[in-house]
């Protein structure tokens, strides 16, 4: 990265001359849209969609435009108050949920609940009554006789200020409500400035009107005037407490805003240059308002804009830091916009330093946050990718020639969905038992108006790779029609578009062809069968670290019977204090997840290896290790999935773990209520460690062969009512206490204050001293109706002697219903202990098996005939 910024700093120094042309919206791109506009009839919809977007700027006044920005004199915040409710009827409203509409309603903000507006001052006279000679909110020169309760303007009335707010807050008690900090952002600058210059920008393109580009153009100079004094490190607030990088905003929407603006000027820059009409009104409020810069010409405009804004942005580029690679994708954009074609070769340099970075693991960042930042960072490189494909038709192709791994980019969200509206929620990303119907590789949307269209990326993608899954999802995306297809103003030929989009459908079928797949370097494995309802996929997330990463190292998860069911809680609730209060903190332990915690600690940053993998017609398994997540000598989890039929499945979980004094396997499901067989359950303490549980019950010496079944309620009505799914997970861990209780959860995104508790399980065994060795065996099947498991048990292993092995390594019997019986073997290939005799093995009793290899599967009918067998050595890993 430090490379990178050195680069994007030498090319503006070396800047051959001012910019003369639109660059990413050059004349022949436009006449293309503008024709598509007059001869379809989807694009003259989208063009009259744009020009209605920019209507209520357009009917604006110069001087009422110019006036809509404001400077950086008012303490701006991210969030009116994160955990707080409305004053006046007591509902919660967190996070960004205070309504806005600062066109219709400027300077207020009002309750979801109870519609109440805030501040109940005037605040828009406040401000004009502060304005100073340079047009800027002064603070000291506010007439503060305005600051009243206006339904309660008697002096006597204790409500006269009751919901005021002179800029920094209202405040009752201890409490402080920052409704204007939060509109200024939200709705001024977000809504009036922002959403005034993309309007008016976009509906120039479509036009040709050159009004659009004259009032785009007042707002970006007022803006360009006053940008560079905003520091949201120095000026605002975020969760009440902190501080961060940003300029208006905070430092990742400051990244988007500040590419956008760029963009929005080289949209309008052909309707900028020769528009006299402007040099007349920007030169007389430059005389009137005493401002350094007298635009009295193209060139003084041209400079503010770029410097202001442009400039600025890249001469302060850690006030729009971003998820990677968002800040050098709007570093290498302003670059081109300021000097294309003269710094091609500069910016395929850095083009190509990013590039190496963002498809570095497995195609993508390695950022975490599955289905959230992690998509988030290529979706932003795809608007790149279709920005630079339009005015370049051999960009995409020379990309792909450079950075080869950009062939796994858009695959990566294809690879790791599940049952088409599931993804592993790794890191902060979705809320719990959530689905996520859609892929989420790209935005795509069918109203792109005159950004790029990621249908249109998803054509060229299909073109340059012939996989057919960017067809199959780009036709999915366009709700399984080629109609309108490929949503792009400035697309050639649509026909031919959806020409082949629906030959590639006809050949290839509706859904993309994935089996089981291993993303070895972002840690992530997903084992898949079943097909259409009976689809299923159990995943495993084999590290812990990383940007957006909770400490889950070997989380299990599973979707099957529609339902996610065994979910991760999904992103942390910042909603109940910010990223370090308790319930956001819990979220990230590493308790809070389907793995193993050591002696009550956090899974130390580290990633885990593949030691084992199997894709087979019925057996689909992943052995992973990673010792350095707890800092000891095994921490090795071994997953098979076992196929019974089409419709039922069950999962083996083996979990050796060799470090520390005290093991507790936690396990929980949907919501939904457990029953209990073969335990005895006596109230108990808390588990302690700042976790969100409670309620605990244990049973401190169980019979191995103990199981729980999960009723899982669907909450979220996403499958049949009539469905009665179930869980059920058996234990046949041997020297375990047996332990239930609650976990603590919030339904939906940190939008909401739903609190409720699951149950969980928790499987614990504890030494006097180090090092514990533990090895925690469990059976899972999910099911509906009547179960498919008729019974599991765990079966002797005997060396060649008839000495028994030890504990780690393990055979499990599993008689189904049917009267078939399955055989698995796990042998403890890493040993750490040297407890391992050397020689073959057999399984006793009935199966007297000789032992081939170090995992095996074995299945036999119900007449003891052989029916599927299969067998893998230590460390082998099968395709």
């Known amino acids: 990265m430090i490379a990178i910024q050195c680069l994007l700093g030498s090319v503006i120094a070396t800047s051959a001359g001012a910019k003369d042309a639109s660059v ?45 920005m404001f400077g950086p004199t008012i303490t701006r915040s991210w969030m009116v108050w994160s955990n707080g409710y409305c004053p006046s009827c007591k509902q919660g409203v967190p996070m960004y949920n205070w309504r806005m509409d600062a066109l219709a309603r400027p300077w207020k903000v009002w309750c979801p609940h109870c519609s109440e507006e805030f501040p109940k001052n005037d605040f828009g006279a406040f401000y004009r009554s502060g304005l100073d000679e ?88 007022r803006v360009a005037d006053l940008y ?130 963002a498809t570095a693991i497995d195609g993508v960042t390695g950022e975490k946050g599955l289905a959230g930042y992690s998509a988030f960072t290529i979706q932003g490189l795809g608007v790149f990718l279709e920005q630079f494909a339009r005015i370049d038709p051999g960009f995409l192709a020379a990309q792909f020639e450079r950075h080869p791994r950009l062939a796994e980019t858009y695959c990566f969200h294809i690879d790791t969905r599940c049952l088409g509206r599931y993804y592993p929620l790794s890191g902060d990303t979705g809320s719990f038992a959530h689905p996520m119907p859609d892929y989420v590789g790209l935005s795509i949307t069918e109203s792109p108006g005159v950004w790029p269209s990621m249908f249109g990326l998803l054509h060229r993608l299909y073109r340059q790779t012939a996989d057919p899954a960017y067809a199959q999802i780009l036709y999915e995306a366009n709700g399984s029609r080629v109609d309108g297809l490929p949503h ?32 070895q370097q972002w840690h992530l494995a997903i084992l898949r069968s079943g097909h259409g309802g009976n689809a299923r996929a159990a995943w495993l997330d084999y590290d812990s670290g990383g940007g957006h990463s909770h400490a ?109 004094a005290d093991h507790a396997k936690f396990m929980h499901s949907h919501f939904g209520t457990i029953e209990t067989s073969g335990l005895s359950l006596q109230p108990a303490g808390d588990f302690g460690f700042g976790t969100q549980m409670r309620n605990f019950r244990r049973d401190p010496n169980p019979r191995p062969g103990w199981s729980v079944d999960w009723s899982i309620e669907d909450r979220y009505k996403l499958i049949d009512p009539r469905r009665q799914v179930h869980l059920r997970y058996f234990d046949l861990t041997t020297g375990a206490e047996a332990w239930t209780c609650e976990g603590w959860v919030t339904q939906g995104l940190y939008d909401s204050s739903v609190e409720t508790w699951i149950p969980r399980l928790m499987v614990r065994r504890r030494a006097a001293q180090a090092p514990l060795q533990s090895t925690f065996v469990a059976v899972i099947e999910p099911y509906e109706g009547t179960p498919c498991i008729a019974g599991v048990r765990r079966l002797r292993l005997l060396d060649e002697m008839g000495a028994e092995y030890p504990d780690p390594n393990v055979a499990i019997e599993v008689t ?28 006793q009793p009935y199966w007297w098996e000789q032992m081939q290899g170090d995992t095996w599967w074995l299945r036999k009918a119900a007449d003891g005939r052989e029916v599927d067998r299969e067998c893998y050595n230590a460390g082998l890993i099968i395709d």
């Open 24 to 68: 990413f919206f050059p004349t022949q791109l436009v006449e293309t849209a503008r024709r598509n506009v007059q001869q379809q009839a989807w694009a003259a919809e989208t063009r009259d969609q744009l020009v209605a977007s920019a209507q209520p700027w357009l009917e604006m006044s110069d001087d009422q435009l110019w006036s809509l």
């Open 134 to 221: 340079h047009g800027v909110f002064a603070p000291a020169r506010a007439d503060r006789s305005l600051l009243f309760n206006g339904e309660h303007p008697d002096p006597k009335d204790p409500l006269r200020l009751f919901g005021t707010d002179d800029g920094e807050g209202y405040v009752e008690g201890e409490h402080r409500w920052r409704f204007i900090g939060a509109y200024l952002i939200y709705g001024q600058w977000k809504q009036a400035v922002l959403g005034g210059i993309r309007s008016l920008a976009a509906a120039y393109v479509v036009t040709g009107d050159p009004r659009y580009a004259h009032k785009a153009g007042v707002l970006l100079d």
């Open 228 to 357: 560079p004094r905003f520091d949201h490190n120095t000026q605002a607030w975020v969760y009440e407490t902190v501080r961060t990088t940003g300029y208006v905003s905070t430092w990742h929407d400051a990244c988007e805003e500040t590419r956008e603006m760029a963009l929005a000027y080289d949209q309008v820059f052909e309707g900028l240059k020769n528009d006299a009409d402007l040099i007349a009104f920007l030169s007389a409020k430059a005389k009137q308002h005493g401002l350094e810069n007298p635009k009295a010409s193209f060139a003084d405009i041209q400079r503010n804009l770029e410097g202001g804004i442009l400039r600025d942005a890249i001469a302060n580029s850690g006030k729009i830091v971003s998820n990677y690679p968002r800040q050098p994708i709007a570093l290498i954009t302003m670059h081109a916009i300021l000097d294309w074609p003269a710094n091609r070769d500069q910016v395929q340099s850095m083009i190509d330093g990013m590039l190496d970075q």
């Open 488 to 519: 792009d103003l400035f697309c050639e030929d649509p026909s031919a578009t959806q020409a082949e989009v629906e030959q590639a459908i006809g050949r290839h079928g509706l859904v993309p062809s994935v089996g089981s797949v291993n993303k």
């Open 552 to 660: 889950d190292g070997m989380n299990l998860g599973l979707f099957a019977h529609g339902l996610d069911l065994m979910p991760d809680f999904g992103y942390p609730p910042v909603q109940f204090g910010g990223w370090g209060s308790p319930k956001a903190t819990w979220y990230t332990m590493t308790a809070a997840h389907n793995t193993v915690v050591v002696d009550g600690k956090r899974h130390a940053d580290a990633a885990g290896k593949t030691t084992l993998w199997i894709d087979a017609d019925n057996l689909h398994a992943i052995r992973a290790s990673a010792p350095a997540l707890i800092g000891g000598q095994q921490y090795e989890r071994t997953v098979a999935q076992v196929d019974v039929s089409d419709r039922s499945y069950y999962l083996i979980d083996v979990f050796r773990v060799v470090g520390g």
């Open 816 to 843: 189904l219903a049917d009267g078939r019986r399955d055989l698995f073997v796990t042998m403890d290939v890493e040993n750490p202990l040297g407890l391992r005799p050397a020689g073959g093995a057999i399984v």
